[in-house]
Each structure stands twice: as C-alpha cells, then as structure tokens.
C-alpha cells in the first residue's frame, strides 16, 4: 500500500523532488538504502533482489508500486522490483514490454537523462510521458486523487513554496498517521485502515520514507528512514549524489 508524490520539472530550483512511503510485510527482509555494487543507489528487497526506488548518477530514477486489483497478486510472476533495478541500470522499456505484460499490475515513473515517462502494465502495459508538475502515484489508477496521495502532493507543494533544501519536512509528512478523509467513491481510495500516509500496524505497514531531492544543477541527496514493526524509528540514511545536470529552464 506504498504511496508517493513526484514533483517532475515543478519548479525553478528543482528538477525532480519525491516522497514516498514503502509499505510492505515486516517480515519480509529489506537492506537499508546504501550504493549497491550495480551502481543503483537503494534500498533492496533481499527476498526479490530488486527496489521500488531508487536513483543512478547516471541520471537515472525509477519508482513503482503496486496497481491493487480485486484478485490480488498471483504468484510465480516476474517481479516488479528487479523491472526498476533493470530500468536503474539503462534498459529501455520497450525491450521489457514482454516481461512487463507477465507481472502483476503495477503503476512505474522513470526518468533517464532529463526526460521523464509514466509506465504501467494495467490493463495493458503503456508508457507515456510524464508532464511537469506534480504526480501522484499509490495503488490505484495514475494520479487518481486517492486522499492519502494528495495529502503527500500537497506537502511537497508546500515545501517547493517554502524554498526549502532541507528533506526533513517532507519526512515528517511522511509520518502522519491521522486517517485521510474518507473518498467520495470508494475506488478513489484505499479500505480505512490504509488510509493514513503512514501505516502502523504490527504485520503490514509502512517500513521506510525516503525524499529525493535533485536541482538543476545536478545536485541531488536522498534520505531514507526506517521503522520497526511498532512504528518506531530504527535508522536514518542520507546520501549525496551527482546527477548530469540539464540548466534552468
């Protein structure tokens, strides 16, 4: 039930700026973020091998969830993770349309080298480019206004509005366990107890938020913090990288 907001070519300063939250079983085992000796910087899922996040200095960044439907996920599909480590690693999307038809429903932004694009496999796999401005992105169709969603798009809206360089607002954003408002709709929005941004439960629930931050000059950070099965703070990670930079526009 991971949720994110991407601020692509949204602002004067700031090329790309995300907030997510990975939420995912506790038990399952994950590496913290750390330069991983492909070159992807990341966390990892050391159950697939693969991320849901992460960035390249080779102007790489690739984030994906999961597209909920009524079925649920099937297992034995390839996976989803190891599509954003193969896309990190300069794949280009149409050389895995095959793959991407095989997985489970999943919504994905990529952006490589200054250009940035929507991909999805639900209901067939698509890929178009993404406009500037802020996106929302959970487990339902592509920024459909799930509330939870918004409330991330609208933190990072505040924070651009502010001339903030610091990830720590938008990390306290991420922390926020008041419920969303319920959805007019049902489909705009996930059962109750996953309407909050942040999930604390003992099973499924959010395990990192991580912030991106990358300016025009190429200049980038990403900070990732991690909790335990209570929602407790466990950890703290910051890494600087260079991305090519590509001006004001």
């Known amino acids: 039930m991971c949720v994110a907001a991407v601020a692509w070519d949204a602002h004067p300063n700031w090329l790309l700026v995300v907030a997510g939250n990975r939420d995912e079983f506790h038990a399952r085992p994950a590496a913290p973020l750390a330069h991983r000796p492909d070159g992807i910087i990341a966390g990892t899922d050391l159950t697939g091998g693969g991320t849901w996040l992460g960035v390249t200095e080779e102007g790489r960044f690739a984030l994906v969830t999961n597209y909920r439907v009524p079925e649920g996920s099937q297992p034995g599909r390839p996976s989803r993770g190891k599509l954003v480590t193969d896309l990190l690693e300069g794949a280009l999307p ?42 929302g992105l959970s487990n339902g169709g592509f920024d459909v206004p799930w509330p939870k969603t918004l409330q991330v798009g609208e933190a990072i809206e505040r924070w651009l509005e502010n001339g903030s360089s610091d990830p720590a607002p938008l990390l306290d954003a991420l922390r926020d366990e008041t419920p969303a408002p319920a959805p007019a709709r049902p489909e705009l929005g996930p059962e109750p107890r996953f309407a909050p941004v942040f999930i604390r439960d003992a099973t499924y629930g959010t395990r990192c938020s991580t912030v991106i931050m990358i300016d025009r000059a190429g200049r980038g950070a990403i900070a990732e913090r991690s909790f335990d099965a209570d929602g407790a703070r466990t950890g703290d990670v910051r890494i600087d990288f260079a991305w090519p930079g590509i001006g004001s526009r």
Do not use: K, Y
Request: hydrophobic content about 40%; aromatic content about 4%; charged content about 15%.
């Open 94 to 135: 149409d050389t895995l349309t095959d793959a991407m038809a095989q997985m489970n429903p999943f919504n994905l932004i990529l952006a490589d080298t200054g250009e940035a694009s929507f991909l999805t496999n639900h209901p067939q796999v698509e890929a178009r480019p993404l406009s500037p401005g802020i996106h």
